[in-house]
């Protein structure tokens, strides 16, 4: 492969983002002997944990499962202080990860990527950020997540208000007061259920605008004592072994019964049971049909919405809480701390948006069909243009020119989520049709699998990786077909269903971790066929 000159500006590997992937894929591309930059848009370490800073933000998969398992020592060295740890706790650990592998020197922060275009004659990309500097690499590796663009809905009157406006996936690093304001929180996914409770002792009033009542199950979170942080210790090997192996990068063990193995009285005390399981050991150790079988998934649902009704104390807002559009486990469920309870708290109300649908936003409130709420603060917590929002938005151009965003214009076409055709030496890492699980493991197969790539493509002294087009149909098609054989539904934004005008595809990988390990084995068995390799130099050669 020619050498590039080592200038930061000019490199082998120019990776975007500042989060779990682009922090990795930064150290293994180093690691693996190439010169790398990593540009950040954001003004520090973290990526979603360091936009994602509103109160109450934190984990649902448990700590040690999301950290790195890349270095023993690091394992060994980050006590992690909760079972499921919050943003502060994150953000110190990222900026602890970045600076004992010395990988600070090669980030740029507030550093936004305008374009990435894509040279056919030098097999280069020419990376321009919004200050207007240039960088050059070789390959490029956007690792941008796929909850990483916000969105704000086109409520009328939005830029209107005069109070204070903030989105959850955009919150400032200035702390933020909500001492006796007057608060509408807008949205109950995952964001808005984790805010509400911690903002509602200490504001004048809390509204929360609903529009869908969520499956909400309590996250079960505890501080991990003295004697457990030594058992994640010695357990180490173990824990690798099983994130780096399992369907989900999770520890739960899979449930081997159906519901109706079990007699009804039993049934009631596994659900109790499920109800004071951690985090997404309720889907995982679930009964095996919970999200298959209507009765049993029924009769969970029935078992959570009398929770809620026990919990709640004003029966209308208890039956409001309730799910009556969809299913347990058709959209990804959010884990709660005190959600329920918050809604006992005088000072905190739910407006039913099914039943009085937001009409406009005032200069001092939101108007609503019953009539105006007067707020000081307005929180956005609506969600994320979820897979290809980041991607579609970076003027990424292939070759001749083409736009990433029209060639995904009826949705992402990929191979394993990683590459796209017409678009050499461009690897996206973390982005759609990579999903299956917990976020950090099968991100991580994925930077391990790029940079693996690289490295085979400069043993054989190739510079120029594209996938074929098969192999792209192949992924895609896969994708597409098992879509519907989970138990997420058009209900999810996983279907690009939660942005007006977005193709109704689906966004992660329906075949699962097992499929992307099998393919990955298939690509190494068999040379990297699944990619055309040729050098700048010549016409295109492959080794097929
Ligand atoms: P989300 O799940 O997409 O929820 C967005 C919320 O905004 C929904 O309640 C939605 O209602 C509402 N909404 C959207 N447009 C609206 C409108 N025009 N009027 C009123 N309400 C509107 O977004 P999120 O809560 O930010 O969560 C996104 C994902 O981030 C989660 O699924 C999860 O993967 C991740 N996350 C993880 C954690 C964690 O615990 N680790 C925490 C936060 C987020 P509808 O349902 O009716 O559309």
Known sequence: MPDLAPADQSVDVLVVGAGITGIYQLYRAREAGFSV?????????GGTW????????????????????????LFDEWVWQERFAEQPEIERYLNHVVDRFDLRRHMRFDAKVSSAVYDESSGTWTVVVDDGSEYTARFFVA??????VPYFPDVPGREDFRGESYHTGLWPTTPVDF???RVGVIGTGSSGVQIVPVIADEVASLTVYQRSANWC???????????EQAQLRADFDEICNVLNTSAS?????????????DSK?????FYERMWNTPGFGKLISHYTDVMFDEAANAEWCAFIAAKVRSIVEDPETAEALIPKDHRFGEKRPPFVNGYYEAFNNPNVSLVDLHRTPIVRVTETGIATTEGVREHDTIVWATGFDFGTGALARMGIRGRSGLALEDYWADGPKTFLGAQTVGFPNFFFPGGPHAAAGNNPRYNGDQVDFVTET??????????????DPAAEEEWTGMVDRNASKGSFTEASYYFGTNIPGKPRKYLLNSGGRPKLFAVIADVREHDYRAFRLSRSSDATQTTA
Request: aromatic letters at 14%; a negative charge.
């Open 143 to 148: 690792a941008t997540g796929v909850l990483s």
């Open 249 to 261: 990068g999770f520890l739960h063990q899979a449930n081997d019964r159906a519901a109706f193995d």
């Open 265 to 269: 009285a039993e049934r009631q005390a």
């Open 217 to 227: 199950t309590p996250l079960n979170n505890a501080p991990i004592t003295t004697g």
């Open 454 to 467: 690289l490295v085979y493509a400069r043993g054989h002294g190739y510079d120029t990786i594209e996938v």
């Open 50 to 73: 360091y936009w994602n800073r509103y109160p109450g933000a934190r984990f649902d998969s448990e700590s040690y499962t999301y950290g790195y398992l890349f270095s023993r020592e």
């Open 37 to 45: 930059q990593l540009l950040e848009a954001g003004g520090g370490v």
């Open 179 to 181: 001492a006796g304001k």
